[in-house]
T-cell receptor, first 116, second 115 residues
Framework: AQTVTQSQPEMSVQEAETVTLSCTYDTSESDYYLFWYKQPPSRQMILVIRQEAYKQQNATENRFSVNFQKAAKSFSLKISDSQLGDAAMYFCAYRLYGGATNKLIFGTGTLLAVQP | KAGVTQTPRYLIKTRGQQVTLSCSPI?????VSWYQQTPGQGLQFLFEYFSETQRNKGNFPGRFSGRQFSNSRSEMNVSTLELGDSALYLCASSSGRTPTNEKLFFGSGTQLSVL
């Protein structure tokens, strides 16, 4: 069975600084997707970034980038130039490639606080 | 385009009652997934519907059920409510095409409190 682990329940960063959130996962599959979702107080889950396991290049979306280490089964999120609006719960998620399902397996989340 | 709409936003029920939650996906989306979010168990997959058929199910008791209508709107039902069913229930929609890394769009959830 696939599992996703986020070992940092809470993190804090100063505005304009950089922070890295950690995620590890376990799977015996070779093709899969990894995601980072953000959940602000509004409760709506918002996709931050996604990575296909078959791509060696790390995904980047503006201030957000990932460090994907397939052999180590590690998928960390780096937030550069942190902004107050980045404060939220961040979830790492896994989805199997292919198949007829959109089932996501989530980690337990990291609560990020941004200090002004 | 309107986003994913979940109703109601908040719900209070008592043990033993049943409840129905509704989810209207983004127009044109045919896949609807449901997740339960609790402080103790985190986010857990309940089930997914595509074109009115359930195509995947999580490890939840039979008290949790769902359905999807021809307009892709989905409902989930929980019968004989227990205190542990108190949670935020999130719905997500997508076009449902596979295989793809398509984006899931989430609603703001229904917060269910069981007293």
């Amino acid at each position: 069975a696939q599992t996703v682990t986020q070992s940092q329940p809470e993190m804090s960063v100063q505005e304009a600084e950089t922070v890295t959130l950690s995620c590890t996962y376990d799977t015996s599959e070779s093709d899969y997707y990894l995601f980072w979702y953000k959940q602000p107080p509004s409760r709506q889950m918002i996709l931050v970034i996604r990575q296909e396991a078959y791509k060696q290049q790390n995904a980047t979306e503006n201030r957000f980038s990932v460090n994907f280490q397939k052999a180590a089964k590690s998928f960390s999120l780096k937030i550069s130039d942190s902004q107050l609006g980045d404060a939220a719960m961040y979830f790492c998620a896994y989805r199997l490639y292919g198949g007829a399902t959109n089932k996501l397996i989530f980690g337990t989340g990291t609560l990020l606080a941004v200090q002004p | 385009k309107a986003g994913v709409t979940q109703t109601p936003r908040y719900l209070i029920k008592t043990r033993g009652q049943q409840v129905t939650l509704s989810c209207s996906p983004i127009s044109g989306h045919r896949s609807v997934s449901w997740y339960q979010q609790t402080p103790g168990q985190g986010l857990q997959f309940l089930f997914e519907y595509f074109s009115e058929t359930q195509r995947n199910k999580g490890n939840f008791p039979g008290r949790f059920s769902g359905r999807q209508f021809s307009n892709s709107r989905s409902e989930m039902n929980v019968s004989t409510l227990e205190l542990g069913d108190s949670a935020l229930y999130l719905c997500a929609s997508s076009s449902g095409r596979t295989p793809t890394n398509e984006k899931l769009f989430f609603g703001s959830g229904t917060q269910l409190s069981v007293l």
